[in-house]
């Protein structure tokens, strides 16, 4: 079959952190992508355009960048047209558009880390779809770096997911990518590799082991649309990668959608990826990677085609998602004002506040279309959705992402998406990796006794760390992180990925502390906060409204407390004889979104709003909670 010497397609996939986006901006400068006089002022990370991608520090959307690379022998510029993908399992979905786009991934490692679970997520998924692999050993120079350990265990890790003789004989490349340097020959632990000042070795590397595309010689048209983005005056934009055939700019072809309709539609613009910007283009062969206008209503994993001879390519399946929660209308008192103080009655600075349920409906929609792995169902309320996804962190991004677009929510307790199988109830389990000193063994394997999990595997480097590895049930991990992090002081490591389904696993108590409740609306005083911390870890500030029903502590002990954080200290013309001394206020502990969604239990979920993240109690009224509780133990 004839193929393209002028192009090469590859997807960067590693475990979240190990310098997947650091590299590709390195790329970016080495081939010359930005000129000479604005290299010095470019960002770090420019891949990560998102707001909420920058802030975590973390890819969460895969995207592409194409680079022209001029071979040292002279011979023709070939673009690389390299696809960044997340590194975090939530968020897999992104993973396997990314790698239908592509002929090879680069797995990049990091040098003193190793194999991470996520690192098995997607070179499984690389390893399935008969990719050729280059391995990248990445940060040679850290202080701990181990290579030659790192790259036996990602041997081992080929083994265990049974890659063919042909799969395991992988290049390996050794890279600084911070620097910009990268080496065939293994260089000293803790060291920049010393026979090398580019990433040339690498760049070689891709051009001989990446396969150029292949196509059928006069085949007609066919063209995958592999992700969406939108344009103010363009409207939908897909970006589709070219099979066979040609696409041009002005063609009429042949739009065949997820249900096996077809009609014809016209490619208004045509758009090619150079660096990080498109730029318009006339015509895209086959191997291209390119972004068209014109279709409103296309999907992901629908393909254009030749009219005369339409030939639908494969429909692109992601894994089934694994945690689910409500998403519906904030039903609060405080709902439509800012709630941030006394002054509460004035609605707070949000231009077009998004308080219906149409709205909601509406942006849960929309997100449907550019994310394959997320699914809406509807509930017996009619303001209220069940979302299904990965993981929790792809479901508190939507969140996130929604509050931030002026959205006010009401947010259910995550909850597993379990399946009968033979008759029986199984629910989604996850294998976990955690990383500790020595001295916190013992709590961690209580911590993850608690939560039904059974220990796979445990090694020790000899550097005063231990890993562990466990098979634990998905719901164990639920609010686990925070006790986790507690637990070892803020040392710990922990990664999980999705392993499967087995069997329920019965009960699971995974917080042992009740809640501090408001039994009336009003705004917090310091004089209440003084007498209350000693019951418990308070969340809120003197000054903040509250209402009845909201959570504002942790308490002490394992039940319920409803308390009056809003009482006032009387004044009298009658001299105290401590009148004069001061108490001090606690630091309340201040949750994020995630921390709030794990601190839920079932009788509990968020409030999310622009301005604040309240947790309250689904039923409000005290009165009917204690109704509710002695009816539950009759």
């Not at 797995?107 to 390893?127: H, I, N, W, Y």
């Not at 809406?376 to 299904?388: A, G, I, K, M």
């Amino acid at each position: 079959m004839p193929t393209r010497h002028d192009i090469r397609n590859v997807a960067i996939v590693a475990h979240v952190d190990h310098g997947k986006t650091t590299l590709v901006d390195a790329m970016l400068k080495q081939a010359g992508a930005f000129a000479a006089h604005a290299a010095e002022k470019l960002d770090d990370r420019m891949m990560d355009s998102n707001d909420l991608e920058r802030e975590k520090g973390i890819t969460i959307l895969a995207k592409n960048t194409a680079v022209k690379y001029h071979p040292k022998d002279g011979g023709d510029p070939i673009t690389i047209n390299i696809i960044d993908t997340p590194g975090h399992a939530d968020f897999g979905g992104e993973v396997e558009r990314g790698l239908s786009m592509v002929d090879a991934v680069v797995l990049l490692v990091d040098a003193s880390e190793g194999p991470l679970p996520q690192t098995r997520f997607v070179l499984r998924k690389a390893l399935a779809a008969r990719m050729p692999v280059i391995l990248c050993i990445n940060k040679t120079d850290r202080p701990d770096s181990r290579i030659d350990e790192v790259v036996n265990e990602t041997y081992d890790l080929f083994l265990d997911l049974d890659a063919d003789e042909e799969q395991i004989e992988f290049p390996i490349v050794y890279a600084c990518a911070r620097d910009g340097v990268a080496s065939l020959t293994k260089p000293q632990d803790g060291t920049v590799p010393p026979d090398s000042e580019n990433l040339q070795p690498f760049f070689d590397t891709l051009l001989s082991h990446v396969p150029a595309p292949e196509y059928e010689e006069g085949g007609s048209l066919q063209a995958h649309v592999t992700n969406l983005d939108a344009d103010n005056f363009l409207g939908r934009i897909a970006l589709l990668r070219v099979e066979q055939g040609e696409l041009k700019k002005g063609q009429t072809v042949a739009w065949i959608k997820r249900n096996g309709s077809v009609a014809n539609v016209r490619i208004s613009e045509l758009m090619m990826t150079e660096a990080l910007t498109r730029k318009p283009a006339e015509k895209a062969g086959p191997g291209d990677i390119c972004a068209v206008a014109g279709i409103p209503d296309i999907m992901i994993g629908e393909t254009l085609a030749d009219p005369e001879n339409p030939v639908a390519l494969p429909l692109i399946t992601v894994d089934e998602p694994a945690i689910s929660m409500t998403i519906g209308t904030n039903t609060s008192p405080l709902i439509g004002r800012g709630g941030t103080g006394k002054g509460a009655e004035n609605k707070a600075v949000v231009k077009d506040r998004k308080v219906t349920a149409r709205q909601v409906k509406d942006r849960l929609d929309r997100e449907l279309i550019g994310n394959v792995s997320l699914r809406v169902l509807d509930t017996e309320r009619p303001d209220t959705w069940e979302v299904q996804g990965r993981g929790e962190l792809a479901l508190a991004i939507l969140v996130e992402t929604m509050r931030r677009e002026g959205f006010e929510l009401t947010i259910g307790k995550p909850q597993v998406v379990t399946k009968e199988i033979d008759g029986k109830l199984h629910e989604p389990i996850e294998r976990i990796t955690i990383d500790v000193p020595e001295e916190h063994m013992g709590a961690v394997t209580q911590l993850m006794g608690t939560r039904k999990g059974r220990m796979d595997n445990m090694s020790n480097h000899g550097s005063g760390w231990v890993r562990m590895e466990f098979i634990v049930p998905s719901r164990g991990l639920i609010g686990f992180r925070t006790e986790f992090l507690t637990n070892t002081r803020g040392t710990g490591i922990a990664h999980s990925i999705h392993e499967g389904h087995e069997p329920w696993f019965g009960e699971l108590i995974t917080r042992n502390n009740g809640s501090l409740v408001a039994d009336r609306s009003g705004a917090v005083t310091a004089f209440a906060m003084t007498n209350l911390q000693e019951r418990g870890v308070l969340f809120t500030d003197p000054g903040v409204e509250v209402y009845e029903g909201m959570i504002v502590g942790e308490n002490s002990r394992a039940d319920d407390m409803d308390v009056n954080i809003t009482k006032e200290k009387k004044l009298t013309n009658m001299r105290s004889a401590n009148a004069d001394v001061t108490e001090s206020i606690v630091p309340p502990r201040k949750l994020s979104l995630e921390q709030s969604l794990e601190f839920c239990r079932d009788d509990e979920c968020v409030e999310v709003t622009p301005e604040a993240v309240r947790i309250r109690k689904v039923v409000l009224d005290q009165k009917e909670r204690g109704r509710a509780a002695s009816r539950a133990k009759r």
